[in-house]
C-alpha cells in the first residue's frame, strides 16, 4: 500500500487533515488523474477512506481522503455532527486542493464515495462539473420513504427531530453537545441501535481516532437529505457496486435509474461492512473504479 502524505488545506468552516496516496510514478512527469474520496457517515478517514484511496493509488490515481469538519484531527465545531451540507462544501474544498496538487494532470477529478459518502459526492458532482467520474460503494441512497422504513415511520422521524431541536436549544443557550452513540445494541437511541462488528472490533472500524458519537441536533440535516433526488442532477459517468444483501439496494436502483448521464451497475455479494475492509469486496470495487475511472476521466 502506498504511504500517504499527510496534508491540510482550508475547508468552508475549518481547516481539514488529509491523506493524499500518490502512486509509484509520481513524479515522473505523467499526468495523474485525481481522486477524491468519502467514507460512511459519521467515519473518519482511517476507518474506511483511507482504503480505497490507497487502493487507487495502487492502480495509478492521485487519491486524496480527508477527515470532514469537527472529525478526527480536522479542526471545527461542534465536534461529530453530522452535517450533509457542510459535508459537500468540505468536498468541494478537497476537490480544489486535489486539482491544484502539482502531482494531479488538469484534467476533471474523480469522486468515490462509500455508503453514506455516495450521496455527498453526488451531491458535489450535481453543482461541480470539475467531478468528471463517480464510483459508488455499497451507497447509502435515502429518501423520505427510505428514511420512514428505517428509523420507525413518520413517528419516529419526528421524535428524533424534535430530540434534535431540543439539543439544538441546549447548545445554543449553554454549548454543551447532546450525543447518543453511533452504535450501540443496548442503546434504543443510537445512530445505529444495534451491535455491528465492524464499528465496535477494534481490529476493524473501532479505532481510537473515532469516539462512536453522534450529535443528536444532527438529526435533521441527516433526515431531510434527499439523495435520490440528486440523480437527475448528475450528468458525470456513474459506477455503482453493491449487493442485494447490503445497505437499502432499493434507493441505488431507484438513483441509477434517475441519472442522467451514464451509469452501470455492478451487482456483487457481500453485507454493507464487508465493503468497507474485507476481501474480496474491497479488492472487487477498488478495480471496477479504477478502470471505470481510467475510462471515463
Given at each position: 500500500?502506498?504511504?500517504?502524505e499527510?496534508?491540510?488545506?482550508?475547508?468552508?468552516?475549518?481547516?481539514?487533515?488529509g491523506?493524499?496516496?500518490?502512486p509509484?510514478?509520481?513524479?515522473?512527469g505523467?499526468s495523474?488523474?485525481?481522486?477524491?474520496v468519502?467514507?460512511?457517515?459519521?467515519?473518519?478517514?482511517?476507518?474506511?477512506?483511507?482504503?480505497?484511496?490507497?487502493?487507487?493509488?495502487?492502480?495509478?490515481?492521485?487519491?486524496?481522503?480527508?477527515?470532514f469538519?469537527?472529525?478526527?484531527?480536522?479542526?471545527?465545531?461542534?465536534?461529530?455532527?453530522?452535517?450533509?451540507?457542510?459535508?459537500?462544501?468540505?468536498?468541494?474544498?478537497?476537490?480544489?486542493?486535489?486539482?491544484?496538487?502539482?502531482a494531479v494532470?488538469?484534467?476533471?477529478?474523480?469522486?468515490?464515495?462509500?455508503?453514506?459518502g455516495?450521496?455527498?459526492?453526488?451531491?458535489?458532482?450535481?453543482?461541480?462539473a470539475?467531478?468528471?467520474?463517480?464510483?459508488?460503494?455499497?451507497?447509502?441512497?435515502h429518501?423520505?420513504?427510505?428514511?420512514?422504513?428505517?428509523?420507525?415511520?413518520?413517528?419516529?422521524?419526528?421524535?428524533?427531530?424534535?430530540?434534535?431541536a431540543?439539543?439544538?436549544?441546549?447548545?445554543?443557550?449553554?454549548?454543551?453537545?447532546?450525543?447518543?452513540?453511533?452504535?450501540?445494541?443496548s442503546?434504543?437511541?443510537?445512530?445505529?441501535?444495534?451491535?455491528?462488528?465492524?464499528?465496535?472490533?477494534?481490529?476493524?472500524?473501532g479505532?481510537?481516532?473515532?469516539?462512536?458519537?453522534?450529535?443528536?441536533?444532527?438529526?435533521?440535516g441527516?433526515?431531510?437529505?434527499d439523495?435520490v433526488?440528486?440523480?437527475?442532477?448528475v450528468?458525470?459517468?456513474?459506477?455503482?457496486?453493491?449487493?442485494?444483501?447490503?445497505?437499502?439496494?432499493?434507493?441505488?436502483?431507484?438513483?441509477?435509474d434517475?441519472?442522467?448521464?451514464?451509469?452501470?451497475?455492478?451487482?456483487?455479494?457481500?453485507?454493507q461492512?464487508?465493503?468497507?475492509?474485507?476481501?474480496?469486496?474491497?479488492?472487487?470495487?477498488?478495480d471496477a473504479?479504477?478502470?471505470?475511472?481510467?475510462?471515463?476521466?
Amino acid at each position: 500500500m502506498p504511504r500517504p502524505e499527510q496534508v491540510g488545506f482550508a475547508g468552508d468552516a475549518a481547516k481539514l487533515a488529509g491523506h493524499l496516496f500518490l502512486p509509484d510514478n509520481a513524479g515522473s512527469g505523467a499526468s495523474i488523474p485525481g481522486v477524491v474520496v468519502a467514507g460512511t457517515w459519521t467515519s473518519v478517514k482511517e476507518q474506511m477512506a483511507d482504503r480505497y484511496a490507497g487502493q487507487l493509488a495502487r492502480r495509478g490515481f492521485a487519491a486524496l481522503s480527508f477527515d470532514f469538519t469537527g472529525y478526527g484531527e480536522s479542526a471545527g465545531e461542534p465536534r461529530d455532527f453530522e452535517s450533509p451540507e457542510l459535508k459537500v462544501r468540505d468536498l468541494r474544498a478537497a476537490a480544489d486542493f486535489l486539482a491544484g496538487h502539482p502531482a494531479v494532470g488538469g484534467g476533471p477529478l474523480g469522486a468515490l464515495g462509500v455508503c453514506a459518502g455516495a450521496m455527498y459526492v453526488s451531491a458535489l458532482a450535481a453543482v461541480d462539473a470539475g467531478v468528471g467520474s463517480l464510483a459508488l460503494v455499497a451507497p447509502w441512497l435515502h429518501d423520505r420513504g427510505i428514511c420512514e422504513e428505517n428509523y420507525g415511520g413518520a413517528e419516529g422521524i419526528e421524535a428524533k427531530k424534535a430530540a434534535a431541536a431540543e439539543a439544538r436549544r441546549r447548545y445554543e443557550e449553554t454549548g454543551e453537545v447532546a450525543y447518543v452513540p453511533v452504535v450501540s445494541g443496548s442503546d434504543p437511541d443510537a445512530a445505529m441501535p444495534f451491535d455491528i462488528d465492524f464499528y465496535l472490533n477494534p481490529q476493524r472500524g473501532g479505532i481510537r481516532q473515532w469516539p462512536n458519537r453522534f450529535a443528536v441536533m444532527a438529526w435533521p440535516g441527516w433526515l431531510d437529505f434527499d439523495g435520490v433526488a440528486l440523480a437527475p442532477k448528475v450528468a458525470a459517468p456513474v459506477l455503482l457496486v453493491h449487493s442485494q444483501d447490503a445497505a437499502i439496494p432499493d434507493g441505488a436502483r431507484r438513483f441509477h435509474d434517475g441519472l442522467a448521464g451514464p451509469r452501470k451497475f455492478l451487482w456483487t455479494e457481500g453485507t454493507q461492512f464487508d465493503f468497507y475492509d474485507q476481501a474480496p469486496q474491497v479488492g472487487l470495487a477498488a478495480d471496477a473504479a479504477a478502470e471505470h475511472f481510467a475510462r471515463t476521466l
